[in-house]
T-cell receptor
């Protein structure tokens, strides 16, 4: 069954802690994306990657980092530099220039 | 600056009403316009529009793109309470999807 998985569903972060959100896809898509969504807001692009071992900053990359060592995986680290990390994080993938599909999301909360 | 603007921001209607949601865009190297429906989870894909003037339909939903005036509309006829959601549009260029802030639709019984 092809799709995009994200884990965990909920994540709690303590002050000063780095946390990593997982995103895996088995759709054989080249492009992968991370978005942040705040309550009542649209999606804001954090990072995206068009190909393995390459990624670009989106509109709100500060305080976040990513890696793309495998085609299937695009993990997002929320660093301690991100002062307001509470949000809904969505991972997506697409064939370049085609429809983008989303994972189920991770809700990050700060303790 | 590339941007996508949706209107209205929110809308309250009664079951059976017809609604029109608007999406205007200014995106360099524009390729396609996409519509998504988001309930309390991840967005689900509705339509992808690439050609101007060609309506796409799925049940009670339909959408059309005007590449000259740089906008798209999403129509929902005979609305149902299950249509209550946030509707997002996104403009795609070669590399990125630019999302609007969404229209929150509330359909009352």
């Amino acid at each position: 069954d092809g799709g995009i998985t994200q884990s965990p569903k909920y994540l709690f972060r303590k002050e000063g802690q780095n946390v990593t959100l997982s995103c895996e896809q088995n759709l054989n898509h080249d492009a992968m994306y991370w978005y942040r969504q705040d309550p009542g807001q649209g999606l804001r692009l954090i990072y995206y990657s068009q190909i393995v071992n390459d990624f670009q900053k989106g509109d709100i990359a500060e305080g976040y980092s990513v890696s793309r060592e495998k085609k299937e995986s695009f993990p997002l680290t929320v660093t301690s530099a991100q002062k307001n990390p509470t949000a809904f994080y969505l991972c997506a993938s697409s064939i370049r220039g085609e429809t983008q599909y989303f994972g189920p999301g991770t809700r990050l909360l700060v303790l | 600056e590339d941007k996508v603007v949706q209107s209205p921001l929110s809308l309250v209607v009664h079951e059976g009403d017809t609604v029109t949601l608007n999406c205007s865009y200014e995106v360099t190297n524009f390729r396609s316009l996409l519509w998504y429906k988001q309930e309390k989870k991840a967005p689900t894909f509705l339509f992808m529009l690439t050609s101007s003037g060609i309506e796409k339909k799925s049940g009670r939903l339909s959408s059309i793109l005007d590449k000259k005036e740089l906008f798209s509309i999403l129509n929902i006829t005979a609305t149902q309470t299950g249509d209550s959601a946030i509707y997002l549009c996104a403009a795609l260029n070669f590399n990125k999807f630019y999302f609007g802030s969404g229209t929150k639709l509330n359909v009352k019984p």
